[in-house]
Every structure is written in C-alpha cells, then in structure tokens.
C-alpha cells in the first residue's frame, strides 16, 4: 500500500543522497505507511556528520527527509594523521590523500591530553569569534598540556597557556601592530600572563 515512489533530501551537502539512503535503510517500493519515521531518524544519527534530521512522508508516494549536519570545527593531528573534528571533538572522518589544512589544525590526543585537547577547542572558539581563522592561512595548535598550550600561526609561534583566550587574542592583535610597525622579525611571542607580554626577536643565524 502507497509504496514509495521519491526519496528526497535537502540540507545535505557532505553526505549524497545515496549515502544517506543507505544509512537511513529505505528502498523504493516500500510501503510509505509501514515505514517507521523514529527507526529512520535513529539510523540517520547514528552518523557523526548529522546533527538533527526531520522524516516526513507525503501521501500518496514520498519520503521527506530534512538534515542538518555537522559542521567541520577543526582538524586533530593523532599521530600525524589528520581527522575533521566538529565542536565538541567529535571525530567526523579521516582527511585522505594529500589534503592542504582549511581549518584551524589541533596537535593532541583527547584519549590521554583531554584537558589540553578541551583548552584547544576553547582556543579555536575565541578565534572564531575573533576572525583568527578567516584572516590566517595556517594555525596550528599543540595542546599537550593546557598550561602550555601555544599556536603557530602563519609561521609565527605565540604561547597562550589556559584560559581567558578572547583578551589574550586581542592583546595579541596590537603587539603584532606594534611589531609590524617596529618591523622586527619575531621568534615567539608569549602572552601566557595578564600582566606582562614577551616578545622575543628573532636571532640571525647567519654568520657574519
């Protein structure tokens, strides 16, 4: 009885249709009043890339299905492989081949570092908030331990320490107009402290 004749979905872009066909288990041809709206919806998040999902069927013959998914957040460096991460540190899926970084790259292992790896993903937070990472081409961040949680970006290494990263990044953005002004090539900057800044120059290796 009214079996179904579409299987339609909108607000993916991550997953195809035939993905999500396959992880929600629904066929063309099975009846449309049997179909179980709670087992699909279950199924379907079941899927680290979906975040929500509405199932709707539409007399006489189609399936509806509304996904929200899961935005990437970051990339975790695990012993140099690199894996999309949503928000809260959730692995999504491994990046393949020879993929150039777009996303902020956390260096940890949440299994034995989970206090860095949880300061880390505050950090990427404020950044985002700050437009750190729309404005840099390259942050890397190594979180091993969050009292020494430091990032690299474009080039230049700033140690952050745990907490408080929203005021440590706008300090961070007038010492860098302080030193594009001063035009010093820069070895780290440290601003771990609330009450002091390092900045620490470059040292030419050249020899004389």
């Known amino acids: 009885v009214c079996p179904v004749k579409h299987i339609v979905f909108t607000g993916n872009k991550h997953l195809t249709d035939d993905e999500l066909k396959a992880i929600a288990g629904v066929h063309l041809g099975e009846s449309l009043i049997a179909i179980s709206n709670k087992k699909i919806s279950q199924d379907l998040l ?3 890339w979906i975040n929500s999902v509405n199932v709707r069927k539409e007399f006489p013959d189609t399936l509806a299905m509304t996904i929200r998914e899961t935005e990437p957040f970051a990339l975790l460096n695990l ?9 809260n540190g ?4 491994e990046l393949q081949g020879n993929s150039v970084p777009f996303l902020p790259v956390i260096t940890s292992d949440p299994a034995k570092e989970n206090k860095g790896f949880a300061e880390a993903l505050n950090l990427v937070k404020a950044m985002n908030t700050k437009g750190f990472t729309s404005e840099r081409e390259q942050i890397e961040i190594t979180a091993h331990n969050p009292h020494e949680i430091s990032a690299r970006l ?6 952050l320490g ?5 005021a440590k990044l706008e300090r961070l953005i007038r010492l860098e107009e302080d030193i594009q002004n001063m035009g010093i090539p820069v070895d780290y900057i440290d601003i771990r402290f609330e009450n002091r800044s390092i900045v620490k120059p470059a040292v030419n290796k050249e020899a004389p």
């Not at 012993?79 to 928000?87: A, M, T």
């Not at 474009?154 to 140690?159: A, I, L, M, S």
């Open 162 to 166: 745990a907490g408080g990263y929203e």
């Open 154 to 159: 474009d080039g230049t290494v700033v140690k």
């Open 46 to 48: 079941k899927s680290p």
């Open 90 to 93: 959730k692995i999504l899926e």
């Open 79 to 87: 012993n140099d492989r690199l894996f999309l991460i949503d928000e």
